[in-house]
């Protein structure tokens, strides 16, 4: 499957001509430059490249390039013969173009000039058609047509009333989606014009050279006025050409084209060794790591980054220009498909618009204000965006907070002082010393920061934390993969004794499906009784709070926990409120009963397994749920604690330090808050619209229905919660997987899709299992235009496509993951 990235090559300078408006002199200004360039590098090529152009073929630009730019190769991609907007006349034609085609032509094209342009700097200007923002054929904005290959940019003013407003509007839209626009040519009103001059050079100049911008801003020569005779006009027109060849502020704009093309070049590649000196990384032992360890990254778009080529596979052409260019010169950057979502939290992909705008719109309607005894609208609205989407009649309250794990720790206060205050205990301890514990599951992370850290048990994480006192007691769980084709439910073998030895099931509806699951709820509910009374009565343990990762426990391992058994282990400790303590049984069925659910959704909320919240899978609702990551869309780091109104009223009193004390002072900061309702937005949009989506929740809907169970609104029952049930992965490409020898099982769920290999040393999160399909999947860029970057958890690697991946792109994915193994 083709993908183009972003184009940078060092013996190849291509520079992409955008206009601030329509008829201000784009074809002019690369004329000008065409010639000035093939003037000043004497045997150099120079080529011209119009990807789409409309009107008759005696009009088109490139034709113009040809009858006054001699020695220039040009070249139009796409020609429609309506001299109307290109949607227009990509409509009136009956021809539709997908921005897919005319960037992966452009791409195509610029590799051919590349792969012939080996003994020294040539150039090729690409001209757009219109305006920055002017439809491309599909009525998409062309600025973000053009975006994958974040080609430099040199601007065209507008020199005519308005053009002040017209040419700063073009750079900003333009800046917003990721471009570096590296100069601006503004054709100057003379003394034959002076009817029209509106000084729009001189202010530009000076607006655009202001300390943060230093762009540079060239006069040139108004070019002169259409004569009616058209062989007059011609020759009056290469009189100007000829004239402008070696004008100075022309050999300046070359000058600096060529300057920031060298600088480029060398930012991204001395990325890796500053970073080597200087940066601390998290979660990498740094101890034997060299510069070479390091990914330097250009940019990113949509699922890709755009990285610095390795030395030793640059030199390989993409597999989809193999057929016609033998010989390509090294390319600096590589496309790698993101498949960590950059550390989960990518819903929008990378340089989304969309986002950008939200955030740019709060920035400077807002900037940061305090939010301690303030409202502004996008945190209240986003709170309530929150509430209707997770649908949770439950969560009725938002507390703000920066990160998933802070998110956590926000959590635990809330539901440790709920339970303690309604018991009668306070901070954390009774008179005899009793300490005030969680409940969890093995294998749980809740975040790095000490206070959640206690709640997993010790790990790789926490265990050589002195302070980590792990806080807790946590249950041995069932657990749900693919082997061979079939769902499995695989019960640990020091469980089997009390629950059983599993299920099989050909369809994963069928695990989800807990109506139909009456003998396994009845063992794990047994099994989990026993269980706490054993803790409770006999060890002498006090519980506080259940604290759990619904259906997917991910940086512990990505393992995927049987939804009855977490289904089943809320339900039990809400029916036996007299376990915990007398005082747990309210008669509001909204209230927490027994103990606070607490819900890690940081991970696998806000449609990362394809639903707005993990906990309808399970059937049953928390009383505090945790949001972050996908809550932005991937851009602003920002955390959600959602809590029920009960939970809330734990908090009130007339003395300030019963309240809840924690905050920070970027507490729901409008840019983030702005960005999370854009983001909910997109995601409802594609949840109801999405292409994709629909042709893979058909392509993974079970050939069987299952009955409804009741209604699990209050939190109380176990509904059926297996329709819907879906991934963006291909079900066969992840049957087939599960068939491999060297797999051990492998599992699929909304974005997610995770294959735990086989590893006979058996060394846990320290297994090097994975390292080598890692270092394949990224050498894949070196042969075929673009590979994979992965993360590990040991033995287990996984792939997290974002929520507007499509079916193209991650059937590449999986082909290269075939391939690799």
Not at 323 to 339: G, K, Q, T, V, Y
């Amino acid at each position: 499957m083709p993908y183009v990235g972003a184009f940078l090559h060092p013996s190849l300078h291509a520079l992409q001509i955008y206009g601030a408006n329509t008829n201000v002199g784009k074809t002019i200004a690369s004329t000008v430059l065409c010639r000035a360039l093939r003037s000043r590098r004497k045997g150099a090529a120079v080529r011209y490249v119009k990807p789409v152009s409309t009107g008759p073929d005696w009009e088109a630009d490139d034709g113009h390039i040809t009858r006054h730019a001699k020695g220039v190769e040009s070249t139009c991609l796409f020609q429609f013969d309506e001299p109307v907007s290109p949607h227009l006349a990509a409509r009136a034609a009956g021809r539709p173009l997908p921005d897919a085609t005319i960037v992966q032509s452009l791409h195509a094209c610029l590799h051919s000039h590349a792969s012939r342009s080996l003994s020294q700097l040539s150039h090729t200007l690409v001209e757009t058609a219109g305006a920055t923002l002017s439809p491309a054929p599909s009525g998409s904005l062309q600025a973000d047509l053009y975006r994958p290959l974040r080609l430099p940019v040199l601007l065209v003013g507008d020199p005519k009333l308005g053009g002040i407003g017209a040419t700063i509007s073009a750079y900003e839209s333009l800046r917003i989606r990721g471009y570096d626009v590296d100069g601006v040519v503004v054709f100057r009103e003379g003394d034959a014009h002076a009817d029209r001059r509106y000084g729009n050079y001189e202010y530009l100049r000076e607006w655009f050279w202001k300390e943060g911008r230093r762009v540079p801003v060239w006069g040139w020569e108004m070019p002169p006025e259409r004569h009616v005779d058209e062989k007059q006009d011609e020759k009056n027109l290469s009189g100007y050409y000829g004239g402008m060849e070696n004008v100075e502020e022309v050999r300046n704009v070359m000058g600096r084209m060529e300057e920031r093309h060298d600088e480029r070049i060398k930012e991204v590649q001395s990325l890796p060794q500053r970073a080597h000196e200087r940066v601390w990384y998290p979660f990498t032992q740094h101890q034997g790591r060299t510069e070479k360890d390091i990914m330097a990254i250009d940019s990113a778009h949509g699922d890709f980054f755009q990285t610095l080529s390795p030395p030793s596979t640059s030199h390989s052409a993409p597999e989809s220009n193999k057929a016609s260019e033998s010989s390509a010169p090294p390319s600096l950057l590589s496309p790698l498909f993101d498949a960590s979502a950059s550390w989960w939290t990518q819903g929008l992909g990378h340089s989304n618009p969309s986002l950008a705008m939200a955030a740019a719109h709060a920035a400077t309607r807002y900037g940061h204000v305090m939010f301690a005894s303030g409202a502004h609208e996008p945190a209240v609205g986003l709170i309530e965006d929150v509430i209707q989407t997770l649908g949770n009649e439950r969560l009725t309250r938002g507390f703000y907070s920066d990160d998933g794990s802070t998110a956590m720790e926000v959590a635990l206060k809330m539901g440790l002082s709920a339970w303690e205050r309604r018991t009668g205990i306070a901070r954390g301890t009774d008179k005899e010393g009793e300490e005030t514990l969680i409940l969890g599951l093995t294998g749980s992370y809740h975040g790095d920061t000490i206070g959640v850290m206690d709640c997993s048990e010790p790990g790789v994480y926490n265990e050589k934390v002195s302070w980590y006192r792990g806080r807790g007691f946590w249950f041995d769980y069932p657990t749900v993969g693919m082997k061979d084709g079939k769902w499995r439910v695989e019960v640990p073998d020091s469980l089997k004794a009390e629950l059983g030895e599993g299920m099989v099931a050909d369809e994963l509806a069928g695990v989800f499906d807990l109506e139909a699951r009456q003998d396994d709820r009845k063992r794990y509910e047994a099994f989990i009784l026993e269980t706490l009374k054993t803790e409770i009565q006999e060890k002498g343990k006090r519980f506080g709070a259940l604290i759990m990762e619904p259906v997917i426990l991910g940086a512990g391992g990505m393992f995927f926990a049987d939804p009855l058994f977490q289904a089943t282990l809320v339900h039990t400790i809400r029916s036996n409120p007299s376990l915990f303590s007398d005082h747990t049984n309210p008669s509001d069925p909204r209230d927490w009963r027994g103990l606070p659910i607490i819900f890690d959704e940081v991970f696998t909320g806000i449609y990362r397994l394809g639903r707005p919240s993990a906990a309808s899978f399970l059937g049953v609702t928390p009383d505090i749920s945790a949001h972050a990551k996908l809550l932005t869309g991937g851009l602003l780091p920002l955390s959600l604690t959602m809590a029920s109104e009960s939970i809330f009223n734990a908090f009130l009193s007339a003395e300030k330090s019963e309240a809840l004390l924690h905050g920070h002072s970027y507490t729901a900061h409008p840019m983030g808050c702005e960005v999370g309702r854009e983001s909910l937005r997109k995601l409802g949009e594609l949840e109801r619209e999405g292409e994709d989506w629909g042709a893979w929740k058909r392509d993974w809907a079970a050939d069987r229905e299952v009955g409804q169970g009741e209604d699990s609104r209050s939190g109380q029952g176990l509904a059926s919660t297996s329709t819907d049930v879906w991934s963006c992965w291909s079900k066969q490409f992840v049957g087939r997987l599960s068939g491999r020898d060297d797999v051990e099982r492998v599992w699929a769920l909304g974005s997610v899709l995770a294959v735990t290999l086989v590893d006979r040393a058996g060394s846990g999160y320290t297994s090097t299992a994975t390292a080598g399909l890692q270092r394949k999947l990224m050498a894949e860029a070196a042969t075929y235009g673009w590979g994979v970057h992965s993360r590990v958890l040991g033995n287990v690697i996984y792939f997290m496509a974002s929520q507007t991946s499509t079916s193209e792109v991650l059937a590449g994915v999986e082909t290269m993951i075939w391939r690799s193994l």
